[in-house]
C-alpha cells in the first residue's frame, strides 16, 4: 500500500515501481474605517489588553457569541456568513436574536440568555456596500470593537470573512483563516477513469471554480506565501512535471529542466523559490531548490537509490522536513535548508509520509499507514509528542490554515461492489483533534492547499 489515492498510485506504480513513495487600510477591495465608540464606554484596542478567553479554553467550553441578522437581503447573508465562520471552528457557541446596531445593547437580556459577546452589525447600499460592525463584551459591558467596511457588492462574502477574523482575533488574541482559500483536485467520473483539474474555493467552499480543464491528469496544488500563484503537478503532454500557475493571468508554465520526472513542489516561505522532488536513473528521487527568478536550481539530496521526496519548509526557512527511505522504509526527516546531514524524527510503528510544517513552527502534521490504515497526525520538529488526530480508509494530503489551528485534509471512504460508494473530500479538523467537518464540493475533491491570508 502507498501513501497515494488510486490515481496517484498509478504514476508511482508506471514511474517508480520498485517500492513505494510517500509522498485601518483597504483589505484586497475592502475598505476598512474605524466607527465612533457608543454609549461613552471603553473600547479596547486590539492587542491592548491580552485575551481573556484562549483557544484551549474555547475547545472545553465554546464561546456563546449573539450574532442578529444585519438586515433583510444581503444583511442576512452576510450575518450568515459570519455565523458560519465562527461555528465552523467548534470554537463558538453562536445564537441568534436581536442586537441594536446604533445603541448599547440590552446586557441584563443578553446575560440571561447565557451570551458572552455580542454583535451588532447592519448593511446598506447596491452597487457599494456599507457593512458596519460593533463587538460587545457583554460581562463588561463595554464595546471591544466598532468598524465599517464598504466594497463592491461582489465582495460582500470577504467583508463578512474579515468580520469573523476580526471577532476571532479580537477574542481569540490570534489570526483567524476565514478570509482564505483552499485549492484543490476536482475529481469527477468513475473511481478508475476519473477527471481531474486543478480548481479553487473560498475555504467554506463556496466560490469554486476550475482552473484547468481536466485534459491531463493533474495533482498537488501548493500556494505561493507572497503571490497569487500556484504550484502543481501535471501531465501535460503525457510527462508529469511541476507547474506554476498564475491565478492572475491564467498562465501556465513548466518548472525547470530534468531528464526525469519533476514532483511534490512546495514554495519556500519567502515565496522566491521551489523545493521539489525528481527522479534519478538509478530509480531514486532527489530534492532540488529551484530559484523563480533565475530558474536557477540546486541539487539538496543526493543518496544513491534513495527516494527523497514530499519536502516542507520550517516556517523560519531554516529547515526542511521530507520523507525518505534511505533507513529501508518511507520515514520522516529533518535537514538543513542547504542540505547535507539529515536526522530522523519518526519511529512509530508503520511508513510515514506527507509531513508539512506548522504556520507556527511548533508542530508537523504526517499521514502513517500502519496495519492496513491510514493516520493523520502531528508531532514536535523534533519527533516528540507524536498524537493522531483521525483515521480511516485513506486520510491524506495535510494542509494546515494559516494559523496552524487547523488542518485540511483529503478523506476518501472505501468503494462497494463495482466502485460504487466511493468517495473522495476535503476535510478540515483542529489540531486538537476535535470537530472534524467536510467542506461541501460539487464534485469529488483531494489534495487541499491552504492559502495564506488574502490582502
Known sequence: ?????????????????????????????????????????????AGSEPAEITVANAHQAPIPIVVPDFGPGLGNQISGVISADLSS??????????????????????????????????????????VEMRLWD????????????????????????IIADSIYKRLLG????????????????????????????DQDGANAHMLTSGSWLTLEPRFSPISEKL???????????????????????ILGTFEGISFAPRFSPDGRSIILSATTRDGGADLYLIDLATQQRRRLTSAPGVIDTSPCFSPDGQNIVFNSDRGGSPQLYVMSAGGGSARRISYGKGHYGSPVWSPRGDQIAFVRISSGGFTLGVMGPDGVGERSLTQGFTVESPSFAPNGRAL?????????????GFSSNVAVIDVAGFNEHVIPTSTGASDPAWSPLRR
Not at 441594536?100 to 451570551?115: E, I, N, V, W, Y
Not at 461582489?154 to 463578512?160: D, E, S
Not at 490570534?174 to 474555493?201: K, V
Open 1 to 45: 500500500m502507498s501513501f497515494f489515492s488510486d490515481t496517484e498510485a498509478e504514476f508511482l506504480q508506471k514511474h517508480l515501481s520498485r517500492r513505494s513513495l510517500l509522498g485601518g487600510a483597504a483589505a484586497g477591495g475592502v475598505l476598512v474605517t474605524p466607527l465612533a465608540l457608543l454609549g461613552g464606554g471603553r473600547a479596547w484596542a
Open 174 to 201: 490570534e489570526d483567524g483563516y476565514f478570509d482564505t482559500r483552499i485549492a484543490y483536485i476536482a475529481r469527477t467520473g468513475p473511481r478508475r477513469h476519473q477527471s481531474t483539474r486543478l480548481a479553487i474555493m
Open 408 to 420: 485540511a485534509f483529503c478523506r476518501q471512504n472505501a468503494a462497494g461492489a463495482g466502485g460504487s
Open 89 to 130: 471552528t467548534g470554537l463558538f457557541q453562536v445564537m441568534g436574536g436581536t442586537v441594536p446596531s446604533s445603541a448599547q445593547p440590552d446586557f441584563s437580556a443578553l446575560k440571561s440568555r447565557g451570551a458572552r459577546v455580542a454583535v451588532a452589525g447592519s448593511a446598506s447600499g447596491s452597487d457599494s456596500v456599507r
Open 138 to 161: 457583554v460581562v463588561a459591558g463595554q464595546q471591544l470593537e466598532g468598524r465599517a467596511y464598504t466594497a463592491s457588492q461582489g465582495n460582500w462574502r470577504r467583508i463578512a470573512h
Open 231 to 253: 504550484a502543481f503537478l501535471s501531465y501535460a503532454n503525457n510527462r508529469p512535471r511541476v507547474y506554476v500557475y498564475d491565478l492572475n493571468s491564467g498562465q501556465q508554465t
